[in-house]
């Protein structure tokens, strides 16, 4: 029999209800051996995350501010799943410690983690699982970052003496201090990542509200299709250029261990998500995995004769930036020109040092900046494979009136990247899907 780890996000341990759905699909699902659990979410519009209400506790009581009525609203959330499941687990010592740390003024870190920790106890007790804590098991240097060997290492050896597991997503603690440390949000995506590699599993899945990936932003294109197999790489170009989809660190793990991901939904088990894998499933009838875009981007345009002869050109523009603490997102290049695109938030009030030092620094013939650029990926590895992709994509945008203000794309061919007017943004982006799949 094979291995799964199974991630559960906050919508997903909402509740009672939400909770006797993860049993049935563990139930359903005899590999699925390992569970990563978040702390609830919201259970409605309106209603708050668990989290959120930790980190209110804590601010009150760095103020001073009396946190016991805040805080039995967390205890009553609890309790209340706790007797929606009939099940009898005692937090109420673990509540104690909480509160005694929190006005002991314990960290934000620390405060960040109980969710999580008070649903992955609660959890293992409904499923019948051990309780494993990941402080101690996921580890940090002194400066947070994550030690990838030595908590493979470490969760490796603790799993392989539970033949089923709940452990709480988001954190760790840090090797020297043994301090918490906790991911940024969407952490607990990392952590079933890092136990998915840990215990060798078959497949990583991750179970949230919707089911699986989809082609466009739903608040742009009406009905987007979903996408059924995507690479490891092209999801990553979604996800850079604005794609609403994984924790950005939570694939590495994996795609490491050549383990591939699969997205469901826990409110409809029986949709089959999407599955991302090293190698994406090139299909004839789909040659386009996704759109994403983001803006405002600003274009500075460096024009010199014979800049292609002069060496160092390049080095000299980007040792601009760097020395300025500004990040770039593309360089479109030609014989004498050359463009640095990059967001306009990097930018704020540098603009005019930048262009100073450009001048002073390259001696170019002429500058211009265009600004509200709005930058849009076409995404997918069947671009590669037919003749006159891009040409579809230029022809979509002539028919729908939008003019192109740059066009670039990769020797890898899974990717056209494009830039267009802000305003033309959002019809760009349905032009090119419907080009690509009516």
Not at 308 to 326: P, Q, W, Y
Not at 355 to 363: A, G, I, K, P, V
Not at 390 to 402: N, Q, Y
């Amino acid at each position: 029999m094979g291995v799964k780890a199974l991630k559960f996000g906050g919508s997903s341990v909402a509740d009672g209800i939400q909770l006797g759905k993860i049993r049935d699909i563990i139930e359903a699902e005899p590999e699925g051996r390992y569970v990563v659990v978040s702390a609830p979410g919201k259970r409605f519009d309106g209603d708050s995350k668990i989290t959120d209400l930790l980190l209110m506790c804590k601010a009150q009581a760095d103020s001073n501010i009396p946190i016991e009525q805040l805080f039995q609203v967390i205890e009553d959330r609890y309790n209340a799943i706790s007797m929606q499941l009939g099940i009898d687990v005692d937090l109420e010592s673990e509540y104690k410690e909480i509160l005694k740390n929190l006005n002991n003024g314990c960290s934000r870190d620390y405060i960040a983690s109980r969710g999580e920790y008070l649903s992955a106890r609660l959890i293992a007790e409904y499923l019948g699982y051990d309780f494993v804590d990941t402080c101690g098991l996921i580890l940090f240097d002194n400066k947070g970052r994550l030690l990838s060997e030595e908590t493979n290492s470490a969760l490796s050896e603790e799993l392989a003496k539970h033949d089923h597991a709940v452990l709480p997503g988001f954190y760790g603690s840090c090797k020297d201090s043994g301090e918490i440390k906790v991911f940024s949000r969407g952490g607990s995506d990392v952590s079933g990542a890092l136990v998915a590699r840990a215990v060798g599993a078959d497949i990583y899945e991750n179970w949230t509200d919707v089911s699986g990936l989809l082609m466009a932003d739903p608040r742009v294109v009406k009905d987007p299709l979903p996408i059924g197999y995507i690479s490891y790489l092209e999801l990553r170009e979604l996800s850079y250029m604005g794609a609403s989809v994984l924790h950005e660190d939570a694939v590495f793990p994996v795609r490491q261990a050549g383990i591939p991901i699969n997205i469901r939904n826990t409110n409809a088990p029986e949709d089959p998500g999407t599955i991302i894998t090293t190698e994406g499933t090139y299909r004839d009838d789909r040659l386009l995995s996704g759109i994403a875009g983001k803006q405002p981007f600003t274009v500075i345009s460096i024009y010199k004769n014979m800049m292609n002869k002069e060496v160092g050109f390049v080095r000299r523009t980007l040792a601009v930036l760097e020395d300025l603490g500004i990040s770039f997102d593309h360089i479109p290049t030609g014989i004498d020109s050359l463009s640095v695109v990059i967001e306009s938030s990097e930018l704020e009030d540098k603009l005019d040092e930048v262009l100073t030092e450009f001048e002073q620094r390259l001696h170019p013939d002429e500058i211009s900046v265009v600004s509200d650029i709005a930058m849009i990926a076409v995404v997918g590895a069947g671009l590669s494979k037919t003749i006159g992709a891009a040409a579809k994509i230029t022809s979509a945008l002539r028919d729908a009136g939008i003019n192109i203000r740059m066009l670039n794309q990769g020797i890898s061919e899974i990717n056209v990247i494009l830039g267009v007017d802000s305003p033309d943004f959002e019809p760009a982006i349905r032009a090119i899907y419907d080009a690509f799949t009516k």
